[in-house]
């Protein structure tokens, strides 16, 4: 074991006399034109070795600067995607906005044409047990809200409010079965031919119209609209379309199925009927009729 130590011994002290001599011959040879043939015959000696350690030396320098530059490109990815982030939400808020004051100038304008003096609400929550039923709005007696006041958009009747709070007041949906509505076609207008508007048990999106006499002129494309009957719903408010004509007209009275105007699943904002413009009495509120709601 003495003799393998001694060898490495040995080759250690070699390098660093060798190291020495360079480095004194580095040291000297600025001094000096010509270098002695010792000098020479060293220095040709061990420029591989000086290249080796001058390599390994630029190769550690290189991996350093790779690792720094790796942290740095990282930090700067990270940086670049916390703004695409933002960016990104700003982007869908924006168009977010954008649709919103689509909707509000489209109310505006249906608000101020619509012949009737209006309070507009925001929905704030639905019965999730009664989708096509119930729901909750921002609005209450304090704001001039009251029981049976109808409820529209401007893509047509909605349905009339059932109960008021102080700040809110709860919505009955013309497609929840407690509800039923006096209509009429409007094509036609004919006073005599009036039937009733209320849910449909086979498809809760759907409405269908019936109690009309079965020599009833209608056809698919009609529009069904309020009649003004029964003092709840002012006359002429648009209710929705007739989608299709019984192939067989049997027994008394004729039932047509009609696809409502408003959109339940996507119900935001909303106006209460206050009355009509001017606070002049609207036609049909004294009248009797077919409006119900049951308790």
Do not use: C
């Not at 119900?267 to 009729?289: D, K, Q």
């Amino acid at each position: 074991m003495a003799k393998p130590r001694q060898d490495r011994r040995s080759l250690v002290l070699l390098l660093v006399v060798v190291l020495g001599l360079l480095l004194l011959i580095n040291v000297t040879s600025g001094e000096r034109k010509q270098l002695t043939p010792v000098e020479d015959a060293l220095l040709a000696l061990f420029a591989p070795v000086q290249s080796a350690f001058s390599s390994a030396g630029q190769s550690l320098q290189d991996l350093y600067d790779a690792a720094v530059s790796f942290h740095e490109l990282k930090a700067e990815n990270e940086r670049l995607q916390e703004e695409i982030d933002f960016l990104r939400a700003q982007l869908v808020h924006f168009h977010e906005m954008q649709k919103q004051n689509h909707r509000y100038r489209s109310l505006l304008g249906f608000a101020e044409s619509s012949g009737y003096e209006l309070l507009a609400a925001e929905v704030i929550s639905r019965d999730p047990s009664q989708w096509f039923g119930t729901l909750t709005i921002n609005r209450g007696y304090l704001d001039g809200v009251q029981r049976e006041m109808a409820v529209i958009t401007d893509r047509g009747l909605v349905g009339m409010v059932s109960t008021v709070s102080p700040n809110s007041s709860q919505i009955i949906l013309i497609t929840d079965p407690r509800l039923s509505v006096s209509a009429r076609v409007q094509r036609t207008r004919d006073p005599g031919i009036v039937g009733t508007v209320e849910s449909n048990a086979g498809d809760p999106s759907m409405l269908i119209m019936t109690n009309m006499p079965p020599e009833t002129s209608i056809q698919p494309g009609d529009m069904i609209v309020t009649s003004g009957m029964g003092g709840i719903f002012p006359p002429g408010l648009y209710i929705g379309m007739v989608k299709e004509r019984p192939e067989e007209r049997s027994g008394l009275v004729l039932s047509v199925p009609v696809e409502p105007g408003v959109n339940f699943n996507r119900l935001e904002e909303i106006f209460i009927v206050l009355g009509p413009a001017g606070g002049e009495p609207g036609p049909g509120e004294a009248e009797p009729g077919s409006e119900a709601v049951e308790p």
